[in-house]
């Protein structure tokens, strides 16, 4: 891994109003990269807003195709790598919500939500395929807001090479300080089970359809510690420097870094067909 700047940004993104999503995304990405940052990560669906209701209409004032050019565009401008969320219509079959990663030289790749939440599942596609991204010695992965509650993915990303996982959220209800609660419930175990520093930010500010997005990002250690966060309504930015040294120091102490000690011969139930643990009785 590579000595690393990292922004995370929590935005606002109404949906449908991809031009005014798009001028948002431009502005944080400036100031990012005028800060020194080498890696920007959006929110969920920070392109296309967050939304519950037809999810092919929020194209219906500039093509997905136009999108793509103009966040390429940004990208080669930039300089510099950037996360974004969108709803794919790239497939003919339901849409998909996506993880765009662009770069100097255009788009990188899409990954697509593996795990949908409730409200989710019947208007959108998942995906099928866990993934990981480089950028110079860096590699990492992508978990997309509901799908943290499986700690399955972020172990098999550490497990393909991540040192580093972007979480997006768009994740609507309660307060800030109630959210960076609920995160620290999980986001600490996914860094320190794997040995893995973590950048999470969420959408926020209320939007057209009714969802209230409280504004958190933290970006956690591989140690499971908080390096830097942001917690509040306002839009806002954090910067965090992380050091490759802090994942070498975690990776080679036998204490604090257990993914060489797993036994998969024993884990067979974890990728049973929704069956039910069997118990010794």
Not at 26 to 33: E, I, N, P, R
Not at 187 to 193: I, K, N, S, V
Not at 239 to 265: C, G, S, V
Request: contains cysteine.
């Amino acid at each position: 891994m590579d000595d690393l700047k990292i922004a995370a940004v929590c935005m606002n993104a109404e949906p449908g109003h991809i031009e005014t999503n798009l001028n948002a995304i431009q502005g944080f990405l400036s100031k990012a990269v005028s800060e020194g940052a080498q890696i920007i990560c959006f929110p969920e669906l920070s392109v296309t807003g967050y939304t519950l209701k037809a999810p092919r209409d929020v194209y219906r004032s500039i093509p997905y195709e136009r999108v793509m050019e103009r966040l390429t565009h940004m990208a080669e401008e930039a300089g510099a790598v950037f996360l974004v969320g969108l709803i794919d219509i790239s497939r003919p079959s339901r849409p998909s919500i996506s993880q765009a990663v662009f770069g100097p030289k255009g788009l990188i790749g899409v990954y697509q939500k593996t795990h949908l939440s409730y409200p989710e599942e019947n208007l959108y596609e998942p995906g099928q395929d866990n993934r990981v991204f480089s950028h110079g010695s860096t590699t990492f992965g992508i978990q997309i807001c509901y799908e943290t509650h499986f700690p399955e993915i972020s172990t098999t990303l550490a497990l393909m090479g991540a040192e580093l996982l972007f979480i997006p959220y768009a994740s609507p209800r309660g307060d800030p300080e109630e959210k960076l609660k609920s995160w620290m419930r999980v986001l600490p175990a996914r860094a320190f089970d794997n040995g893995v520093f973590i950048v999470a930010c969420n959408q926020t500010g209320e939007t057209e359809e009714g969802l209230s997005f409280p504004g958190v990002a933290v970006v956690l250690g591989p140690d499971g510690q908080v390096l830097e966060k942001y917690v509040g309504w306002d839009e806002g930015m954090v910067l965090a420097e992380l050091r490759a040294e802090m994942l070498i120091d975690i990776r080679e102490n036998k204490m604090k870094y257990f993914l060489d000690k797993r036994r998969p011969e024993l884990y067979g139930n974890i990728v049973a067909s929704r069956k039910p643990l069997q118990k010794d009785i």
